[in-house]
């Protein structure tokens, strides 16, 4: 169902060292749900795997953003600056094939 599995002891290190920098870099409390994820592309033009990376804050806001790499070449500085949060919340569906 989910193709062949990448969870080698690089690979998780990287979902949790993500998890860790998006848990510091928006200042979410260590109780906050984070997940981190990485997913085939499917749509065309789109990047072959990317690092998705949703997480909820105090009031049960979602927030979602995309990294257009692999998770192991994720580097701190990729993750949205903390004053973009409130353009990361998470409506859903908007009727859009691109995110």
């Known amino acids: 169902m989910f193709g062949q599995s990448r969870k080698g002891p690089d ?5 949790e ?3 860790d920098w998006t848990r510091d870099r928006f200042s979410l409390a260590a109780e906050a749900v984070i997940l981190v994820a990485e997913l085939n ?11 998705v990376v949703a997480f909820w804050d105090q ?3 979602r927030y979602r953003f995309k990294i257009f790499k692999p998770a192991t070449e994720v580097l701190n500085d ?9 353009a990361l919340i998470d409506y859903g569906e908007l009727g859009c094939d691109c995110c």
Do not use: F, N, R
């Open 41 to 51: 592309c499917q749509v065309p033009g789109c990047p072959p795997v990317e690092t």
């Open 78 to 86: 990729d993750l949205p600056i903390y004053w973009l949060k409130s």
């Open 59 to 61: 009031d049960s806001t």
């Open 17 to 19: 060292t993500i998890k």
């Open 11 to 15: 690979h998780l290190a990287a979902l």
